[in-house]
């Protein structure tokens, strides 16, 4: 995907499934730059434990002992869907050809596996509560989810290439 990407020199989306929400997968798609913007981000769904900190507060004007702090307060994100549904934003869009009620909260926070600020997107559809996440700090929420709806049917079409018309024999 950075070899695509590096070749047409264009940013891309690498969308995975939380199978490849690790560090590791952020970390390389982060490696690649060009004039200081990456080429690759990545857009996957985040596993049901994960964490991710606020940033830590401004240090006060006397300096103290140690070193400044590196995170502040964690967030279990699957738990803002109750201690922070006043805050959900409530659209109506198309998710997977239908057109349905979400509601939707973006958060910019720090991931340690990453080792840096990383997209959360938590939606809530009548499908079920999801949450996204994406190295693009700038990525618009109802675009990530068409994005992240579209990888099913690039998956369906993939399985009938290969499974139905032998194409990859």
């Avoid at 507060?57 to 279990?76: Q, V």
């Avoid at 958060?107 to 009548?126: H, T, V």
């Avoid at 990525?139 to 079409?157: F, G, N």
């Amino acid at each position: 995907a950075q070899k695509a990407a590096r070749v047409l020199e264009k940013p891309a989306y690498l969308i995975l499934d939380a199978y490849f929400a690790t560090g590791p997968v952020f970390n390389a798609a982060r490696g690649e730059m060009l004039a200081s913007q990456p080429l690759l981000h990545i857009l996957t769904r985040a596993k049901r434990n994960v964490v991710a900190y606020q940033p830590p507060p401004p240090r006060r004007r006397r300096p103290f002992r140690g070193r400044p702090k590196m995170y502040g307060k964690k967030n279990h994100l699957f738990k803002l869907f109750e201690s922070a549904s006043k805050d959900f934003q409530t659209v109506s869009t198309n998710v997977y050809g239908q057109t349905t009620q979400i509601r939707y909260l973006v958060r910019d926070l720090i991931w340690k596996p990453a080792q840096g600020m990383i997209r959360f997107i938590l939606i809530e559809s009548p499908r079920g509560r999801i949450v996204l996440m994406t190295s693009d700090l700038l990525l618009e929420p109802l675009i990530a989810l068409e994005l992240y709806c579209r990888r099913a049917t690039i998956e369906t079409m993939f399985n009938i290439l290969k499974n139905v018309l032998g194409g990859l024999a």
